[in-house]
Nanobody
Framework: QVRLVESGGGLVQAGGSLRLACAPS????????MGWYRQAPGKQRDMVAT???????NYADSVKGRFTVSRDNAKNTVYLQMNSLKAEDTAVYYC???????????WGQGTWVTVSS
């Protein structure tokens, strides 16, 4: 069973920064697409940023210029660097991956990011 283990969430003041990390239980090379979604209370889960194995990235308009997604094959980890955080960034952030082995998609358990204004 594939597991995605997230870390790095927490409480930060508006304007601050956080870095989320996601470590899959299998080699990151078996996931051609990975990324981050978020879900605020009472709202749907939305895409934040994705990255392919070729390092092509895609961002939600609301985070462009503030968030950066990256993958480190040596550390088998995907990161989401979040700068200039706003209160509206408060949500549970989920790591997401599509496996080239099983053809299935997977979700992490989620990590809270709370931005105080």
């Amino acid at each position: 069973q594939v597991r995605l283990v997230e870390s790095g969430g927490g409480l930060v003041q508006a304007g601050g920064s956080l870095r989320l990390a996601c470590a899959p239980s299998r080699s990151i090379s078996t996931f051609p697409l990975m990324g981050w979604y978020r879900q605020a209370p009472g709202k749907q889960r939305d895409m934040v940023a994705t990255i392919t194995s070729g390092d092509t990235t895609n961002y939600a308009d609301s985070v462009k210029g503030r968030f950066t997604v990256s993958r480190d094959n040596a550390k088998n980890t995907v990161y989401l660097q979040m700068n200039s955080l706003k209160a509206e960034d408060t949500a549970v952030y989920y790591c997401y991956a599509i496996s080239s082995v099983t053809r299935n998609s997977y979700w992490g358990q989620g990590t809270w990011v709370t931005v105080s204004s």
